[in-house]
């Protein structure tokens, strides 16, 4: 796979969405949960249950912007032994059709070594998203990541400032993942009052798709993201779900693809 081809998989992703007038389903799980076998079934599931995008997350052992759940299912997967070459076999032998962005924290991916981005495109990854690499805060790290073979998704927290939201969707591709709110990761009775406003606030500086996660857990909440935003990303409801059967998963995510595409 060129990087070219590898890199624009998932801009052109949202592409095809938005001409067919559809809002993206943007799954998260972490990679080896509930065990490496099952997680190359959840990964397959998935893909058929209607994700338009699935977020895989690199576990690692220090999750800070993670809530209890993701937390656990990440200590579930090292306690398998996964590692970041596990991850990439993962993606691989999966093989699923919509694109991959690896959702990791920044040591996993320096620990991998200088052709740790290649080689996660070489296996079919077509994103990456870093939890702990804030705009400005490593230029060189940054560089590794923009200029790699992977799309660079940032990461846009709701208090953030027009200007500073500008910047840092500059610094991006693929599409930006607007958080919610602030905090952990992990599931909420409701959405924040004032999420249409910061939608629109983002919108104002940047073409890039806004895809919006933490906190949405079921398919009314699903319904409402979708009105304002790209896309839908979930997280802890469908790792979750994975810790009861892949089944449990894909069934929830099925539930959530019927939702979004009634708006």
Same mark, same amino acid.
């Given at each position: 796979?060129?990087?070219?081809?590898?890199?624009?998989?998932?801009?052109?992703?949202?592409?095809?969405?938005?001409?067919?007038?559809?809002?993206?389903?943007? +799954?998260?799980?972490?990679?080896?949960?509930?065990?490496?076998?099952?997680?190359?079934?959840?990964?397959?599931?998935?893909?058929?249950?209607?994700?338009?995008?699935?977020?895989?997350?690199?576990?690692?052992?220090?999750?800070?912007?993670?809530?209890?759940?993701?937390?656990?299912?990440?200590?579930?997967?090292?306690?398998?032994?996964?590692?970041?070459?596990?991850?990439?076999?993962?993606?691989?032998?999966?093989?699923?059709? +919509?694109?991959?962005?690896?959702?990791?924290?920044?040591?996993?991916?320096?620990?991998?070594?200088?052709?740790?981005?290649?080689?996660?495109?070489?296996?079919?990854?077509?994103?990456?998203?870093?939890?702990?690499?804030?705009?400005?805060?490593?230029?060189?790290?940054?560089?590794?990541?923009?200029?790699? +073979?992977?799309?660079?998704?940032?990461?846009?927290?709701?208090?953030?400032?027009?200007?500073?939201?500008?910047?840092?969707?500059?610094?991006?591709?693929?599409?930006?993942?607007?958080?919610?709110?602030?905090?952990?990761?992990?599931?909420?009775?409701?959405?924040?009052?004032?999420?249409?406003?910061?939608?629109?606030?983002?919108?104002?500086?940047?073409?890039?798709?806004?895809?919006?996660?933490?906190?949405?857990?079921?398919?009314?909440?699903?319904?409402?993201?979708?009105?304002?935003?790209?896309?839908?990303?979930?997280?802890?409801?469908?790792?979750?779900?994975?810790?009861?059967?892949?089944?449990?998963?894909?069934?929830?995510?099925?539930?959530?693809?019927?939702?979004?595409?009634?708006?």
């Amino acid at each position: 796979m060129s990087a070219t081809i590898s890199s624009e998989a998932v801009g052109a992703r949202f592409a095809a969405l938005r001409a067919a007038g559809r809002k993206a389903l943007v +799954p998260y799980v972490t990679a080896g949960h509930p065990d490496p076998e099952r997680s190359v079934a959840l990964l397959q599931g998935l893909a058929d249950a209607g994700a338009d995008v699935i977020e895989v997350g690199v576990p690692f052992s220090d999750p800070l912007a993670d809530g209890p759940v993701i937390q656990a299912s990440s200590q579930a997967a090292l306690a398998h032994g996964v590692t970041f070459d596990t991850v990439l076999d993962l993606v691989h032998r999966a093989r699923v059709a +919509p694109p991959v962005v690896l959702f990791s924290y920044l040591n996993p991916l320096l620990a991998a070594g200088p052709d740790a981005l290649a080689r996660a495109a070489d296996a079919g990854a077509h994103g990456v998203l870093v939890t702990d690499l804030p705009v400005g805060a490593d230029p060189e790290r940054e560089r590794w990541f923009g200029e790699g +073979p992977l799309a660079f998704i940032r990461l846009v927290a709701p208090t953030t400032p027009a200007a500073r939201m500008r910047e840092i969707a500059t610094h991006g591709s693929g599409f930006v993942y607007l958080i919610s709110r602030l905090g952990v990761t992990g599931m909420r009775a409701d959405l924040p009052v004032e999420l249409p406003d910061t939608v629109q606030r983002l919108r104002g500086v940047t073409a890039l798709p806004i895809c919006v996660g933490f906190g949405v857990t079921g398919p009314e909440q699903a319904r409402a993201v979708a009105r304002l935003a790209d896309g839908v990303v979930v997280g802890s409801a469908i790792v979750r779900a994975a810790g009861e059967s892949v089944d449990a998963a894909v069934a929830l995510t099925r539930s959530l693809r019927a939702a979004i595409d009634t708006v």
